[in-house]
């Protein structure tokens, strides 16, 4: 299973020719999808606020990867920034949940020098706090220097890595 997921990811990682200066996306790889199923909220309140639903596809920055996500977790960050009205944070929304994540590398062509390639199962976590984006979604844009290669065991498993 885990192999088929990284040989799909790997085969359908080719990008188009850019503008070095354009925006990197999922949406430049062949036979990506144009939105993505995540949880999310518009505003603060209980858990009842979440939401399942469709959103854009991230956009990769300079020296950002995109990754399929596999496994990711709420914390009790995600809790107290939902249950309280924080103004003066000036968080943008709608807001993904999660700050951590396992996933495998989609594309790094935002990147000049990556240290991570295609196919890498890798963790890690993204500045959450004031940014919209989360990791519970199918596909996150992560700082570089924000995620790891995942340590392979033989009994590895993504809610493992995610965990870490």
Do not use: W
Request: glycine content about 4%; charged content about 20%; some cysteine.
């Amino acid at each position: 299973m885990l192999s088929e997921i990284i040989e799909e990811s790997i085969s359908t990682s080719t990008s188009t020719e850019m503008d070095s200066e354009t925006p990197k996306s999922l949406a430049n790889i062949v036979n990506a999808p144009s939105t993505m199923k995540a949880a999310f909220y518009c505003h603060e309140g209980s858990s009842s606020v979440i939401k399942i639903g469709q959103v854009a596809l991230p956009i990769a920055l300079k020296n950002q990867v995109i990754v399929q996500v596999l496994a990711s977790s709420v914390n009790p960050i995600d809790v107290k920034l939902r249950s309280l009205h924080i103004s003066s944070f000036n968080r943008p929304l709608p807001k993904t949940i999660g700050c951590d994540f396992c996933g495998i590398v989609v594309d790094i062509t935002a990147c000049d020098d990556p240290h991570v390639n295609v196919g890498d199962i890798t963790y890690g976590l993204i500045d959450y706090m004031f940014s919209s984006n989360g990791t519970c979604c199918e596909y996150i844009a992560v700082d570089e220097d924000h995620l790891a290669i995942a340590p392979m065991r033989k009994t590895f498993t993504y809610f493992t890595e995610a965990e870490i």
